[in-house]
């Protein structure tokens, strides 16, 4: 049986997102995102399920660290979540008669359902736990009132449901990474996501070089973060996301002319848009027109060329 990591506990929008990804396998929990990794890189699992980006409150920065601090893995698929809310409370509580005057949760999570709090609960204390299940197993303990959690929650947990489909902006959405160990790839699709990280030197334009590099090729960049180099105080390292696949000969090329540009390179992944969003090809840019210009060279080289 193939063995799945997430990042736990039980209850979790990561066990929702890797029921999706990894349904018929054995999905286990692991208190971090850090452990997720370590799972993978142990043997302990053959993949791992991580959030990666919240259309909200942005990168999950503990997703994009643990992505550079060890062996490589590579993201194989993506799932794109809507994000929204339950909220749970004890399930002896009458929270009409007896509002909660704590509510617990993840910090992304109490971020989402501010406006929804100060209308609801104006007068319950917002309290930061490691987990939206971690706020619920408060709320067993005592040690919260109610909590803000995800939908599945509330199959682990006995806790009484105050309130669903909570949350201020309705299209509000996660995206989540299931990841392995190096192999082989996904094949192409035409909507596909290729994801690298680079170590660029601390100097004037270095940056603009490695992204005039996807324009110059016409590949449209989907994100871009940024997270300092331990240890090397000013040294930054860039996450860029970019459509196409590796196997494409523009992406190729790209790609050869970035790790030319840069002190290192990474390969996290290529694999199929959650959102099935095709890529966009711009006049001259395709992979035939790539594959043309090789063959002129070529050509060229040979002394062939009419």
Same mark, same amino acid.
């Given at each position: 049986?193939?063995? =799945?990591?997430?990042?736990?506990?039980?209850?979790?929008?990561?066990?929702?997102?890797?029921?999706?990804?990894?349904?018929?396998?054995? %999905?286990?929990?692991?208190?971090?995102?850090?452990?997720?990794?370590?799972?993978?890189?142990?043997?302990?699992?053959?993949?791992?399920?991580?959030?990666?980006?919240?259309?909200?409150?942005?990168?999950?920065?503990?997703?994009?660290?643990?992505?550079?601090?060890?062996?490589?893995?590579?993201?194989?698929?993506?799932?794109?979540?809507? =994000?929204?809310?339950?909220?749970?409370?004890?399930?002896?509580?009458?929270?009409?008669?007896?509002?909660?005057?704590?509510?617990?949760?993840?910090?992304?999570?109490?971020?989402?359902?501010?406006?929804?709090?100060?209308?609801? %609960?104006?007068?319950?204390?917002?309290?930061?736990?490691?987990?939206?299940?971690?706020?619920?197993?408060?709320? %067993?303990?005592?040690?919260?009132? *109610?909590?803000?959690?995800?939908?599945?929650?509330?199959?682990?947990?006995?806790?009484?449901?105050?309130?669903?489909?909570?949350?201020?902006?309705?299209?509000?959405?996660?995206?989540?990474?299931?990841?392995?160990?190096?192999?082989?790839?996904?094949?192409?699709?035409?909507?596909?996501?290729?994801?690298?990280?680079?170590?660029?030197?601390?100097?004037?334009?270095?940056?603009?070089?490695?992204?005039?590099?996807?324009?110059?090729?016409?590949?449209? %960049?989907?994100?871009?973060?940024?997270?300092?180099?331990?240890?090397?105080?000013?040294?930054?390292?860039?996450?860029?996301?970019?459509?196409?696949?590796?196997?494409?000969?523009?992406?190729?090329?790209?790609? *050869?002319?970035?790790?030319?540009?840069?002190?290192?390179?990474?390969?996290?992944?290529?694999?199929?848009?959650?959102?099935?969003?095709?890529?966009? =090809?711009?006049?001259?840019?395709?992979?035939?027109?790539?594959?043309?210009?090789?063959?002129?060279?070529?050509?060229?080289?040979?002394?062939?060329?009419?």
């Amino acid at each position: 049986m193939v063995r =799945i990591a997430f990042f736990g506990p039980q209850g979790t929008f990561t066990e929702q997102a890797a029921r999706v990804l990894a349904g018929a396998e054995e %999905l286990f929990p692991v208190e971090t995102i850090p452990a997720a990794f370590e799972a993978v890189r142990s043997g302990a699992a053959d993949g791992a399920c991580v959030p990666v980006e919240n259309s909200v409150e942005g990168p999950v920065t503990a997703t994009l660290d643990s992505a550079v601090d060890g062996d490589p893995l590579v993201a194989v698929a993506e799932a794109l979540l809507p =994000i929204r809310f339950t909220v749970l409370v004890g399930a002896d509580r009458d929270p009409v008669a007896d509002p909660p005057r704590t509510v617990a949760s993840h910090p992304h999570a109490l971020a989402q359902v501010r406006g929804w709090l100060g209308e609801h %609960l104006p007068g319950a204390e917002q309290l930061v736990a490691s987990s939206t299940a971690a706020a619920a197993v408060g709320v %067993l303990d005592g040690e919260y009132d *109610a909590a803000v959690v995800a939908p599945v929650a509330a199959e682990h947990y006995p806790l009484k449901t105050f309130a669903t489909d909570v949350a201020d902006l309705a299209d509000a959405r996660t995206r989540f990474l299931l990841l392995r160990t190096p192999g082989t790839l996904p094949e192409p699709t035409g909507a596909d996501r290729t994801s690298i990280v680079v170590a660029a030197a601390n100097r004037t334009g270095s940056l603009a070089g490695l992204l005039t590099e996807l324009a110059m090729r016409g590949i449209n %960049l989907t994100r871009l973060d940024a997270r300092p180099v331990k240890g090397d105080y000013g040294t930054y390292r860039f996450f860029i996301d970019f459509e196409g696949h590796v196997t494409e000969p523009r992406i190729a090329d790209a790609l *050869a002319a970035m790790r030319r540009r840069s002190m290192s390179v990474r390969f996290l992944g290529s694999h199929p848009r959650a959102d099935g969003v095709t890529a966009t =090809i711009e006049p001259g840019a395709g992979n035939d027109d790539f594959v043309a210009a090789d063959a002129w060279v070529e050509a060229v080289r040979k002394g062939e060329l009419a």
